[in-house]
């Protein structure tokens, strides 16, 4: 390989691994803001009404536990996996607890 190949392969693996520690810090902030709009809501929920409130963690876990089964798929980890059912779980137990409260 000449210098310049390896330096234009050098360049687009960096600029890859930009690119994907973007969309890891993307899923970071939108997972933080998700939660504090379910906090929100769950809290005037709860203010306004006194009303239990089990569809918004229901909503919050569904999506950790789909970004942590996807990260065992991709990655393999078992933490992934373990977390991934502990959040379906957790989905599983609000989703129930929302149709008996309605």
Do not use: H
């Amino acid at each position: 390989m000449k210098k310049e190949e390896i330096l234009e392969k050098s360049r687009k693996e960096n600029k890859d691994e930009y690119i994907e520690k973007i969309i890891s810090d993307s899923k970071n902030f939108g997972i933080i803001t998700l939660t504090i709009a379910i906090i929100f809501f769950a809290v005037t929920k709860v203010i306004n009404n006194g009303q239990p409130f089990f569809e918004l963690p229901a909503i919050l876990f569904a999506y950790t536990a789909g970004i942590n089964f996807f990260s065992y798929v991709k990655l393999k980890k078992k933490e992934y996996l373990i977390s991934s059912f502990s959040f379906i779980f957790a989905f599983i137990c609000m989703t129930v607890l929302y149709f008996i409260n309605w």
